[in-house]
């Protein structure tokens, strides 16, 4: 009778101290943020977004007449500092990074942002 009434006891332990780790495995870390890129056209716009893209981003807007970037990720599948890099190497300076110079001079003339290219 001892033995079953502790074994219950510890049965009851166990699930006690594993449910808060299994609650926080499943517990998303939605982070929202915004930052300055580098930018002028529809083309650099799309350029943009796609690079901001990366694995556990959810939602990435660019307003080119703000030159501001807005990002949803999951703060546990990437950060904020990767969102920068991978931005970077596809030509674009934000606020954190300058854009990837090789990239940069791939970039379409018109989306030459640091050699003056105006908004259209």
């Known amino acids: 009778m001892k ?13 006690i101290i594993a449910t808060p780790s299994l609650a926080q495995k499943k517990t998303k870390k939605i982070v929202t943020a915004e930052f300055t890129v580098k930018g002028v056209c529809k083309m650099c716009k799309e350029r943009i977004e796609n ?3 990366i694995k556990g981003v959810k939602f990435a807007e660019w307003d080119k007449q703000t030159n501001k970037l807005k990002v949803v990720f999951n703060s546990q599948k990437t950060t904020l500092d990767k969102i920068h890099k991978s931005i970077a190497d596809a030509g674009h300076d934000t606020d954190k990074l300058k854009g990837n110079d090789g990239a940069y001079k791939k970039l379409p003339k018109c989306c030459a942002y640091r050699d003056g290219a105006k908004k259209h």
């Open 3 to 15: 033995t079953k009434i502790y074994f219950t006891y510890l049965v009851l332990v166990s699930v």
């Open 51 to 53: 690079a901001a893209l």
